[in-house]
């Protein structure tokens, strides 16, 4: 041991236990284990330094001729059993860390006033010779007292222990817990902190949440699921509705496949039927715009059927009109035709019927007629790198082929039936005149056009390359050194 450190012991350990904080807080949490090392390694010197000038932290200080250096020898020593528990827990800390991750933080906290705990004892029996068993017996009474003005803390301690032990759920999971919903943020001493979907913060004491009832929406991973209820006419044929909820299930793209969705009949009474559609979507973040494009397309499907949705503002039962008659007052494009115009147009639509997998419209025709779903679901085709792909799905009162009539422009994708579907067709011939005499419709199909374009063009371009990044380290394990 160099002679500095072997003149001056006490002023070296306390520079050593100086250097262990300096080097704690300099050095970035990112390097954890860079720290655990330091640590370690200014421990072995500490204890090196004390054990070699005779200051052994299982006996009494010496220097008893000399009260001064007896002092501080003594705080030495204690500091010493301080420590270690702390670099104990450290390392502990670190291989929970790898094993069980955030998830074990409050064991990591409680095993660690444990060791401290132990430390302090170790400390009072071997360094200050006290009497351990009475100590024992009066802190044994004292932890009764703040046991009791405790209860409910203590409640939440040891249920938080449970909680973090059987893993009902993790540090970003979606969970309910007794109605309240949200993702876990934090799980600490006390309480389940969750940050709700409205973005507040909800504190469920940990006591509460180890008797509610849990839902965890993350389990099993990547698949959440959602419901949709819906009342129709108790006039209206279930199996004319069950058909046209499955049609709008094919035309939810967001919804997975496996498990599949599925439509069921959930009551009844004199006033309606109430169905529900149940389905699982891969992200948290998809269910609210999931549950609302559902809704929409339930609408527009149930609508092409002939059924409605029940309205207590509903009126009298509207006149009887055509399929063709109905499918302008439903489109957006065409809705602000005037009557008379609806009457006239309708009569120049005719119905064309299409088998799942026939081909409606195909990519580099140019369409000399424009397209009206009136029902069913039709898949959209992009060709990307020689392969076609899904790029999206189209439903009642949607149209197809407005690149060939505004300017004879051929369709970018194929355009297949999904399911079995009916359309309305309307001539070119029939159809430019109108646009040319109503702007207001031709702006529409002309922005729908450009809308669609652009996202054609989105979907299929190859994603800008990221330079990879060079440096010294990059170079380096390019040649594998």
């Known amino acids: 041991m160099p002679s500095f450190i072997a003149d001056h012991p006490m002023l070296c350990a306390v520079a050593l236990i100086l250097i262990d904080i300096a080097v704690w807080r300099l050095i970035s949490p990112t390097l954890a284990n860079w720290k655990l090392a330091a640590r370690l390694v200014i421990f072995a010197v500490f204890s090196a330094v004390l054990f070699n000038d005779g200051m052994n932290p299982m006996q009494a200080a010496p220097y008893a001729d000399d009260t001064t250096l007896h002092l501080a020898a003594t705080a030495l020593q204690i500091g010493w059993w301080l420590f270690a528990a702390r670099t104990l827990t450290v390392l502990l800390g670190a291989v929970m860390m790898q094993r069980v991750g955030h998830t074990g933080r409050l ?11 132990i430390a302090i004892i170790a400390a009072m029996a071997y360094v200050l010779d006290l009497p351990v068993k009475g100590v024992l017996a009066t802190s044994g009474a004292v932890a009764i007292i703040v046991g009791l003005a405790l209860q409910s803390t203590l409640s939440d301690v040891f249920s938080g222990i449970v909680l973090n032990t059987t893993k009902p759920y993790q540090i970003d999971d979606w969970i309910s817990i007794d109605g309240t919903e949200g993702r876990v943020t934090d799980i600490d001493w006390r309480a389940t902190r969750l940050q709700t979907s409205q973005g507040s913060l909800a504190v469920i004491p940990n006591s509460l949440a180890a008797k509610a009832k849990i839902i965890n929406f993350s389990r099993p991973a990547d698949m959440f699921g959602l419901a949709v209820s819906l009342q129709v006419s108790p006039h209206a044929r279930p199996q004319t509705v069950i058909e046209a909820l499955e049609r709008a299930m094919q035309g939810c793209r967001p919804l997975l496949a496996q498990p599949a969705p599925s ?14 559609i149940s389905g699982f979507v891969p992200a948290m973040g998809l269910k609210r715009e999931t549950r ?18 029940l309205s207590a503002t509903e009126g009298s039962t509207p006149p009887a009109v055509s399929g063709a008659r109905a499918l302008l007052e439903r489109s957006s494009i065409f809705s602000t035709l005037r009557q008379e115009e609806k009457d006239t147009f309708s009569q120049n639509m005719t119905l064309h019927t299409y088998r799942a997998g026939d081909m409606i419209l195909a990519a580099g025709e140019v369409s000399d007629h424009l397209f009206i779903v009136e029902s069913g679901v039709v898949s959209v085709l992009l ?11 189209m439903g009642p009162g949607e149209v197809i082929g407005e690149a060939g009539i505004l300017s004879d422009q051929a369709a970018l994708a194929d355009f297949t039936a999904k399911t079995f579907c009916t359309l309305y067709r ?3 011939e029939y159809l430019k005149p109108c646009l040319d005499a109503r702007h207001d419709i031709g702006e529409a199909m002309k922005a729908l056009l450009d809308f669609r374009v652009h996202a054609a063009q989105a979907l299929t371009q190859d994603a800008p390359i990221v330079p990879a990044k060079k440096g010294f380290l990059q170079w380096l394990r390019n040649r594998g050194l």
């Open 292 to 309: 609302n494009q559902l809704y929409d397309l339930a609408y527009r499907h149930l609508q092409a059927a002939g059924v409605g949705l």
């Open 426 to 428: 309307i001539e070119k």
């Open 263 to 276: 439509v069921a009949f959930k009551a009844s009474t004199g006033s309606g039927v109430e169905y529900e």
């Open 107 to 117: 064991l990591q906290d409680l095993l660690g006033a444990v060791i401290f705990l």
């Open 383 to 393: 060709l990307k790198d020689g392969h076609k792909f899904e790029a999206g799905r």
